[in-house]
Each structure stands twice: as structure tokens, then as C-alpha cells.
């Protein structure tokens, strides 16, 4: 029987990045913060695109969506 690797902790893997804990406004603006918020944001089909061009046509789809609903 074969069971599936469940880590004991997050890993890079997981496909989610970690977000630094902040204090002020001006860190939740520095980019170390922001970038790793907003890609955990992002749906897991679109995280694992398999190429580039299906990465922007997914997250064209996904702002598009998010900025008209």
C-alpha cells in the first residue's frame, strides 16, 4: 500500500510562499511582503500552470474577474 507524503511542516513545494510578518503600513508595502500575500492569494490552478502563456491567460482571466465582479 502506497500513502501519500503528508510534510509535518509547509514546504516550498506546497506551492504557497511564506509572508513575513510586519508592523507598520510601509512594510505591508515593500514588496517582500506583498508579493508572497498576493501569490498565495492566487487559485491553485493557476499557480501550477504548466507554461507561461497559460500563466498570463489565467491571470489575465483571474484580474479580469476579480476587477468587474
Partial sequence: MILQYEPCRPLRSSGLLSVPRV?????EA????SAPHLWNKLSEGLRSAPTINSFKTRLKAFLFSTAFN
Fill in 23 to 27: 508592523r507598520t503600513k510601509h512594510g
Fill in 30 to 33: 515593500a514588496f517582500s511582503f
